[in-house]
Nanobody, 123 residues
Framework: VQLQASGGGSVSAGASLKLSCQASGSTFRLNGMAWFRQAPGKERDFVAVIRFSGVYADYADSVKGRFTMSRDNVQNTVYLQMNSLKPEDTAVYFC?????????????????WGQGTQVTVSS
């Protein structure tokens, strides 16, 4: 399975961005998918996760109410709609997928990772 993330960019505080992550390969095995982010000098942090059904999603407290994750299993793509962006949202955003878990906020449980897309928010 390969994951291709896109949609990052440089924006001002309060703006919106929508990230996409398309899976290819043996996608029929994929279960939970998630977004993580890593700021310079910091650990990779959980952002959002969505179950295979696309019905249930959960978010880190820092983004709850501002970010929305969705999933299109026909297109094998997950999205992260990011609204009201803040400078502290600046990071490289990674999408991840797991075969075995429907839901996990632990990065070590993910089998596949995208290459990351940079999001920079200026004040």
């Amino acid at each position: 399975v390969q994951l291709q993330a896109s949609g990052g960019g440089s924006v001002s505080a309060g703006a919106s961005l929508k990230l996409s992550c398309q899976a290819s390969g043996s996608t029929f095995r994929l279960n939970g998918m998630a977004w993580f982010r890593q700021a310079p000098g910091k650990e990779r942090d959980f952002v959002a996760v969505i179950r295979f059904s696309g019905v249930y999603a959960d978010y880190a407290d820092s983004v709850k109410g501002r970010f929305t994750m969705s999933r299109d299993n026909v297109q094998n793509t997950v999205y992260l709609q990011m609204n009201s962006l803040k400078p502290e949202d600046t990071a490289v955003y990674f999408c991840a997928a797991t075969n075995s878990r429907s839901y996990s906020i632990d990065s070590s449980t993910y089998d596949y990772w995208g290459q990351g897309t940079q999001v920079t928010v200026s004040s």
